[in-house]
């Protein structure tokens, strides 16, 4: 599994990441107080979130974040992904052999509510490096793809009024080879 986890970009410690993400079945989720509450359909399918982490240490660090992101709630177990991850990471230069592995997590973003779903597993991982925000460019260039729909106008987006960061992917898209184009960093 550790070939499901890519690294592009520059060296920094830094940058924004895709989470590909399999829904194995149609799911209601509530994403915390976005739209009052009201739960989302979710049909199943592959999906596309698109984060940011430029903080350097703790869970604002990619390593951090994206350990975060395979990491559940109390009651339930982790991803898959985030077995081979902390390895996968530290062999990048994000985060050491020792970085403290979260036994689990609050429900914060939007997305920590459709993670937290035991239907949903994060499939794959691109993090890309980079010393620049580009979280918004890169969801607008996902937005803007014809294989990638928002789920719901806002979501996963709280801090870039009117985008959107979750995606519903088109199922012949998987393996990003179409995908690579259109986004704003070189490999």
Not at 121 to 128: C, D, N, Q, T
């Amino acid at each position: 599994m550790p070939n499901h986890i890519s690294f592009w970009g520059d060296d920094s410690e830094t940058g924004a990441y895709i989470l590909w993400i399999a829904v194995a079945k149609d799911i209601m989720v509530t994403f915390g107080r976005f739209r009052n509450g009201s739960p989302v359909a979710v049909p199943a399918g592959f999906y596309a979130y698109v984060g940011s982490a430029m903080g350097r240490h703790g869970s604002s660090s990619l390593a951090g974040r994206l350990l975060r992101h395979a990491t559940r709630t109390s009651h339930q177990p982790p991803h898959a992904l985030r077995v081979p991850m902390p390895e996968a990471l530290a062999a990048a230069g994000l985060g050491g052999p020792d970085y403290r592995l979260p036994s689990a997590k609050r429900l914060h973003w939007h997305i920590d509510y459709l993670l937290d779903d035991p239907a949903v597993e994060i499939a794959r991982v691109l993090v890309l490096r980079s010393r620049v925000r580009m979280e918004n460019e890169l969801a607008r260039s996902l937005d803007a793809h014809p294989g990638f729909a928002p789920l719901v106008p806002g979501l996963g987006a709280s801090d870039a009024a009117g985008e959107t960061h979750v995606f519903r992917v088109r199922t012949d898209l998987i393996g990003w080879p179409d995908v690579a184009a259109v986004l704003p960093i070189s490999r």
